[in-house]
C-alpha cells in the first residue's frame, strides 16, 4: 500500500476521488482489520468490549457548509482530532486511508464502515504537517479529541 508524506499528497487523494466515501482508521492495518479470518470487519467498544458491526473510522468527507475553503486545512483537522489515538492504542498504531461505506454508527457516533477498499498509510511527517496547521490558526478553544484526563487531572484523581 503506498504513503501519502504530506498534505498535498492527501488533499490530491481526496480531491481525485471526491472525498465522499473516504475514511481514515487509525490501527495496525488492513493486513490486520482485514484478515479473512475474522467473521466481519469489526472493532470493539473500549468501554464496554462490545464487538461492533464494522470498523471504527473517520470520514475525510467535506462537509457542504465548509464550502470553498482549504482541503488542506480540512484533512489536517480530520487527522488532529484523533492523533492520540496511537498512543492510546499502543506500538504499531497508524492512519490509513480508506474507502468505505458506512454500515452503522458506533458509541461515540463514529462511522463503522466496512473497507472497500485500502488505498494510503499517512505518514507521520502528515501528523507533524497537520498539527502545525490546526496550531496556527490560535484558536485556544479547540483541541484533539482526547479523552484521557490532562496530568493536572490524574494527580487530583488519583
Sequence with gaps: MPTVHDLDQLSELFTAD???DLYVRWSHGPDVDLDPARAQQSS??????????????????????????SVRLWLARRLYDYQHLRDLRGPGVRPWVLRGTEVARGPDNEPLV??????????????????????AQGSREWGPMDRRPRPAERTATG
Excluded: F
Design 114 to 135: 466496512r473497507c472497500d477498499e485500502p488505498l494510503a498509510w499517512v505518514a507521520d511527517t502528515v501528523l507533524c504537517e497537520s498539527r502545525a496547521l490546526v496550531d
Design 44 to 69: 470493539r467498544d473500549s468501554l464496554t468490549g462490545v464487538p461492533l458491526p464494522g470498523l471504527s473510522a473517520n470520514p475525510l468527507r467535506k462537509e457542504p457548509w465548509w464550502e470553498d475553503r
Design 18 to 20: 471526491a472525498g465522499d
